[in-house]
């Protein structure tokens, strides 16, 4: 009988070469095990049961990399012929006529691809409570949430519902969800992995990433996400190299800086005592830690909330339920289309998107230009110089990944600022460009997971994934599962 610890990505390549196991099999546990706790998750907002059983037929006649291991997708990653909504009213019906390019590499390398993950609406989000289709559950406890954006994403492979899956990261909505889920979560550099497909929320910030259950398996399908894409005017052409031959245990005399600014008021006590108690786990396996300072983090919130805002008001433009997507209904036949267009938008859109939007458009007003947009774009440039520093003495740096455990539904949704605070520790490694990754490394006294935040320098993340794959075969963090 196929059990929950063989449900990996590494493990399943390994039963499926010793054909002690077929595919079938590992769709048919999902497919049961979904049947029995997604009413109480909600990890998904399209799973296609026919349409998967389908491609399994295909699958002996496909070879690759990832032959017959279920990946789901997030609702923003746009799959041919397969609703793509981010999680919005305003995209209802939505089916895009072509896949993403990193969805053209799952199936080119064997993949099935399992479902459509819920998410904060458009990522406008750190809880996946903004959704359309309502709320994802943590799996660890039932009354919080999950994290967010890609907070279907992340319960979905916490709870063994699904093998992987892909999330889009902004400012943390890979690693935030990763860390309040007790899995695995990596933002690649910024134009490692294409962007064609991915519908835009902030095209200077957003990346694809993989959700895993542990550092060899997101090692495993960075190796084919990874690339060069001309389709995508931000992704960069150099050289992919493979991730899992990083994975060595072995980090004596690595240079890993703490930055004083992340450890201040603010941080739960729990969450600083399991990364602590990480740092010297990190020294007796030989690593030299020392403690730095990146000291234009206090203003990487409101540099990234502006940027962020006025980038996704740009981008949300294009929804106005002309051509697909929501269309009003609420309206005379004598309106003009702007009648049209504001009635669509206000009906499709939710609060969080609107928020955004109008913040966004604001800042890109004229008067408020200079004032804003532009001294933000500045700012990142520091920010971003704060890490080109460091990177000159230490090899990587260690932070939390948030400064809470996972918090309360319904706790921060009516306070946008306190949610917004929620990404505090992620959103540099956005504006700067770099590579991140976070792993589990403790549990609060309630049994909710705590994650540890890697960041590393641009295009580095091989140096990433032999720090977190040895810190993970230390320790048992990875193989805890929730009790649901």
Not at 147 to 176: F, H, N, P, Y
Not at 279 to 287: E, F, N, Q, R
Not at 421 to 444: K, M, R
Request: with cysteine; net charge neutral; proline share 6%.
């Amino acid at each position: 009988m196929l059990e929950r610890e063989n449900l990996k990505i590494h493990r399943l390549l390994e039963l499926y070469k010793e054909e002690k196991i077929v595919p079938e099999e590992v769709v048919n546990f999902l497919f049961s095990r979904i049947e029995k706790i997604e009413p109480k998750i909600k990890a998904f907002v399209y799973l296609n049961k026919e349409k998967i059983l389908k491609e399994l037929e295909n699958i002996s006649k496909k070879n690759g990399k990832l032959k017959g291991i279920p990946i789901t997708v997030k609702d923003n990653i746009c799959v041919r012929n397969e609703p793509t909504t981010c999680a919005s009213k305003i995209l209802s019906g939505f089916a895009p006529p072509y896949d993403a390019t990193v969805i053209e590499r799952l199936r080119k390398e064997g993949a099935i691809l399992f479902g459509k993950a819920n998410m904060d609406e458009f990522a406008f989000g750190s809880s996946c409570e903004t959704s359309f289709y309502g709320p994802t559950y943590n799996p660890w406890d039932l009354s919080c949430v999950p994290g967010g954006s890609s907070g279907g994403s992340a319960a979905a492979v916490a709870s063994d519902e699904t093998i992987a899956s892909l999330g889009s990261d902004t400012g943390g909505s890979i690693r935030q969800p990763a860390s309040l889920c007790g899995v695995v979560g990596l933002k690649p550099t910024y134009g490692r992995v294409s962007r064609y497909g991915l519908v835009a929320f902030a095209s200077s910030l957003d990346q694809i990433g993989p959700i895993t259950k542990d550092v060899e398996d997101c090692a495993i399908l960075m190796n084919v996400l990874a690339g060069y894409d001309e389709r995508d005017s931000t992704s960069v052409n150099i050289p992919v190299p493979d991730y899992t031959r990083a994975l060595v245990k072995e980090i004596k005399g690595m240079k890993i800086g703490m930055p004083r600014e992340y450890f201040l008021e603010g941080i739960n006590k729990e969450v600083k005592k399991a990364i602590e108690e990480a740092i010297v786990l990190i020294k007796d396996l030989g690593a030299e830690v020392k403690e730095i300072s990146l000291p234009h983090t206090e203003y990487a919130v409101a540099t990234y909330y502006i940027i962020a805002t006025a980038e996704a008001s740009s981008n949300l433009a294009r929804f106005d339920g002309v051509q697909y997507g929501y269309r009003t209904k609420n309206i005379s036949p004598e309106a003009d289309i702007i009648q049209f267009y504001s009635r669509t938008r206000k009906e499709g859109f939710g609060n969080e998107a609107k928020r955004r939007i109008i913040l966004g458009t604001y800042v890109l007003s004229r008067g408020y230009y200079d004032a804003y947009y532009l001294r933000a774009l500045k700012v990142r440039t520091l920010i971003r110089k704060d890490f080109e520093d460091v990177f000159k003495e230490c090899d990587l740096i260690i932070t939390p990944t948030s400064p809470t455990p996972p918090f309360k539904l319904g706790e921060k949704l009516e306070d946008p600022l306190s949610m917004y605070l929620s990404d505090i520790y992620t959103i540099s490694a956005n504006l700067a460009g770099i590579p991140a990754i976070s792993l589990p490394c403790g549990f609060t006294q309630e049994g909710l997971p705590i994650g540890m935040q890697i960041m590393g320098k641009p295009f580095d993340e091989e140096t990433i994934f032999r720090f977190a794959y040895t810190y993970e075969q230390n320790t048992d963090w990875h193989l805890k599962k929730p009790p649901i």
